[in-house]
């Protein structure tokens, strides 16, 4: 289970940077206000566009670290990388997947799964996609162990094989009914013939010095000057998109400082899309400036806290119940998060997950009363001034101001239920240190994507799992879901899960706070953006750039 | 000379150097200081600048009278200055006035905390090295090489390691004052070590401390003096630009985490009292610091007294 950390790990990166927000809606609510003025999809137009001359430049924070997609990544590599190496697999707003390189996926039998994929894409130094491309791929992933996304996935994977030019078929080492698409969705495509030249694709670089790159993309990297700009040139076919050519002939990443000067270049119409989500305080500024448009995007993740239950105190329920009580959820959702978030109802089972989503677990009320209640029978005392002789510190990267927001109003409602919390925010290598080393009481955090719920319960509540924080080892759930990863009938998988979230719940192994709605500013000029969920796919994903166009009137 | 105290009067045959600093190095008796005063009290922009100075300390000594200290948020989000807010509210409805004043506290502890132990090691070291001549050479070398070091990275380097707090930022300043501190008080302190009187009283007691303590650091001392408002100035500004990088303590408010939490909530472009009003409170202090030390140099200069 080490393996996936790397993933989760990677989801973090962009996601603990202050400016970069994540995570999901209850979409429903507000989708309705940006539909009036957010022109959606490509049909908005009138008839298919043409594929122009237009450049279209987009403002990042960081540079491109890594060109090869298959390593542990930022959110630049991501987005770079991600228009030249196809998924088998994308992601619809309620986190189930679908067709992208892949037609069609599923299981042979319990022990081997298959994709069928598409036989019209190229790469374009010529050569076909083939099933062998994507076999090799996997295979070579599972061999050289990159510390990417990806590799996190292959747990239960053991080998993969090109049955025909189109169908490609994986064995597993034992049944997991999720790891198909999880591995269609989280892994890319590269081509045999570029990356098999390398001794091994965790070290290979993809830098471009031997000749450049190689896409089957809807654009090709063509020209990196570090530190300022990352241009891509159209890739002609690219039968993804409508008309089957990308519309905007040139692709440029931008690099900027920080989100305050990418909204004052986006203002200035220096650049056409920000592509890092916007700070909640700015949206509604945003969507009142002329000329800009503002993107509502549905977040597939969650914020939250966990409780480290190797620290004596918090081994005991009531202790977490009294912290999970003294959190003032509405606030925080209102005030620093401006109303752009959702309660799941305490529960890891997130309502944008809406097969698996259980009404009937309610969120944590915020009731100090309660928690001193609750700390007492537990069997501490408070002192004269009202106050336990307990203490906690809560752990959050300084990188990511929507936590950093919140951690302080954490602290001061536990203060007023007489529980000392101590925060520590720190620089977020130093905080992805501690919560590697379990150096914290309480951790605080997010995640971009949580789209499979069996994957994710493994990961967060099995002991050894690599994204465990609470540090949690409780047979009756550790049963629950070793079963639901073994059941294939989904609607007995999903009672199952309800039951294994109840138990997260009641016992407080996670305090999931909320998903969190993303907004995206763009140029007015430019419309026909398609949204996908999450701040790593949002209006930048391949389909939405390579469908963008400048509206008529341009 | 005549406005010199004459028990500590410079010998007019000495080859003293000629540098302002170095023109009166004496101790400031009560009569000096008066003169110095008095001459100071004419210059409007040294009463001017230590009316600001004053007022800042009385606004962060004051502090839980002027408001209430910054609750953890509020409900009017990015109000742009009013009457109901003077500074407006920042991203998280909080009052700017309340986390300026606030913060001129934070603020002016860097300020002091890291002047008082800048000073202290630096005149240390700096007479030390003066008055033991072998010493000085290798304390100059570890001076020059510590002002030829790039400090504004080092300092972001250690702060980073060590985590943001205010001890740490104390330290941080504190540890890349001193070197200039030791520059400025060395340079004097070796004129002093030179006079007759220090001669004189080596030959009435073997005890270098003795010497050191009673005379020579009295002799220095308005050199000191000078150096304090300067390094307190320059530790605003080290602090400030630390707290903006995310290096400041996260949990106390001062004039850098403000801008620093405008910068990261994105609010910089649109909400412009969020940088003006705590740029303003950072401009006074280094602004009137600087004037002040400027008036006081001038003041104790009996060559502007003679005018």
């Not at chain 1, 995570?23 to 940006?34: D, G």
């Not at chain 1, 995206?520 to 996908?532: Q, R």
Request: glycine share 6%; proline share 5%; hydrophobic share 45%.
């Amino acid at each position: 289970m080490h393996n996936h950390s790397t993933r989760r790990g990677t989801m973090r990166t962009g996601i603990r940077r202050g400016r970069a927000l994540t995570l999901v809606t209850a979409a429903a609510a507000i989708t309705f206000v940006l539909s009036a003025c957010a022109p959606s999809a490509p049909e908005a137009s009138s008839g298919p566009v043409e594929a122009g001359n237009d450049t279209l430049t987009i403002a990042t924070t960081t540079d491109v670290v890594n060109y090869n997609p298959l390593i542990g990544n930022s959110r630049s590599d991501y987005w770079v990388t991600n228009l030249m190496y196809p998924h088998l697999l994308s992601i619809a707003d309620d986190g189930k997947k679908e067709p992208q390189l892949a037609t069609e996926w599923g299981y042979v039998d319990e022990l081997t799964g298959y994709y069928e994929i598409r036989d019209d894409m190229t790469w374009s130094d010529g050569e076909p996609v083939t099933a062998e491309d994507v076999a090799w791929t996997m295979n070579a992933v599972k061999k050289d162990a990159p510390s990417g996304t990806f590799y996190g996935q292959l747990a239960n994977f053991v080998s993969a094989e090109a049955v025909s030019d189109t169908r490609v078929e994986i064995t597993l080492a034992s049944p997991d009914t999720s790891i198909v698409e999880e591995i269609g969705f989280w892994g890319n495509v590269v081509p045999q013939h570029v990356f098999e030249k390398a001794e091994s694709v965790a070290t290979f670089a993809n830098n471009g010095s031997d000749g450049g790159w190689v896409s089957a993309g809807p654009y090709l990297l063509t020209d990196v000057q570090v530190g300022q700009s990352y241009s891509m040139d159209r890739v002609d076919e690219y039968p993804l998109v409508e008309g089957g050519t990308p519309v905007a002939a040139k692709v440029v990443y931008r690099v900027f400082p920080d989100v305050n000067t990418e909204i004052l270049a986006l203002q200035s119409g220096e650049v056409d899309v920000i592509a890092n989500a916007l700070p909640p305080a700015q949206v509604e500024q945003l969507k009142a400036t002329d000329g800009i448009t503002v993107e509502e995007v549905v977040g597939l993740g969650y914020a939250h806290m966990t409780y480290n239950m190797t620290n004596p105190d918090l081994a005991k329920t009531e202790v977490r119940q009294a912290l999970a009580h003294a959190v003032d959820y509405d606030a925080i959702r209102t005030v620093v998060l401006q109303g752009q978030a959702v309660s799941t109802g305490s529960s890891p089972l997130m309502p944008v997950l809406s097969d698996y989503y259980d009404k009937s677990i309610k969120e944590y009320d915020f009731d100090v009363d309660k928690s001193r209640e609750l700390m007492e029978s537990a069997g501490y005392t408070a002192d004269a001034s009202g106050n336990f002789p307990v203490s906690f510190r809560l752990i959050y990267s300084l990188q990511d101001s929507v936590t950093s927001q919140w951690a302080q109003l954490v602290k001061d409602s536990a203060a007023e239920a007489g529980i000392t919390i101590e925060l520590q925010g720190t620089e977020r290598n130093t905080y992805l240190a501690q919560t590697n080393d379990g150096d914290y009481d309480i951790y605080a955090g997010n995640f971009a994507i949580m789209d499979d719920p069996v994957t994710n319960f493994t990961l967060s509540y099995l002991p050894g799992g690599a994204i465990n924080y609470t540090l949690v080892d409780d047979p009756e759930l550790n049963a629950l879901i070793a079963k639901a990863a073994v059941t294939a009938d989904s609607d007995e998988k999903i009672s199952i899960m309800r039951d294994a979230a109840k138990i997260v719940h009641d016992e407080v192994y996670d305090n999931i706070m909320y998903t969190q709605n993303l907004y995206f500013a763009h140029s007015s000029k430019w419309e026909g953006f398609v949204t996908k969920p999450s701040e790593l796919l949002s209006i930048v994903n391949p389909i939405s750039v390579a469908s963008a166009h400048k509206t008529a009137a341009q | 000379m005549t406005s010199l105290d004459p028990v500590n009067a410079t010998p007019t045959g000495l080859p003293v150097s000629s540098e302002a600093l170095s023109a009166e190095p004496v101790a400031e008796s009560g009569r000096a200081g008066a003169a110095t005063w008095r001459v100071f009290r004419r210059d409007p922009l040294g009463i001017i600048s230590l009316g600001l100075l004053l007022l800042l300390v009385v606004v962060a000594l004051a502090a839980p009278l002027l408001a209430s200290y910054p609750a953890s948020y509020g409900t009017d989000v990015l109000r742009p200055p009013s009457l109901q807010y003077l500074f407006g509210t920042d991203s998280l409805g909080r009052d700017v006035l309340g986390e300026v004043i606030w913060g001129t506290q934070q603020s002016l502890l860097v300020a002091v905390a890291a002047s008082i132990i800048a000073i202290a090691i630096g005149t240390l070291v700096a007479v030390i090295g003066a008055y033991f001549k072998r010493l000085d050479v290798f304390i100059s070398v570890i001076v020059d090489l510590t002002l030829s070091l790039p400090v504004l990275p080092l300092m972001i380097l250690i702060a980073a390691l060590i985590g943001p707090s205010t001890a740490t930022i104390i330290g941080v300043v504190a540890a890349f004052s001193w070197p200039e501190v030791t520059r400025l008080v060395r340079s004097q302190a070796l004129t002093v070590v030179n006079l007759p009187y220090v001669d004189a009283a080596r030959l009435m007691t073997t005890s270098p401390v003795w010497i050191i303590g009673r005379h020579i650091i009295p002799a220095v001392t308005p050199v000191i003096v000078v150096s304090v408002v300067v390094t307190a100035s320059r530790a605003v500004l080290s602090a400030a630009g630390l707290a903006f990088l995310g290096l400041g303590d996260p949990t106390t408010w001062s004039w850098g985490r403000i801008l620093y939490e405008a910068q990261q909530s994105g609010a910089m472009s649109s909400a412009w009292w969020l940088t003006l009003f705590p740029s303003i409170a950072i401009l006074l202090l280094v602004l009137s610091a600087t004037l002040l030390s400027i008036a006081y140099n001038d003041a104790r200069n009996p060559r502007n007294r003679a005018r």
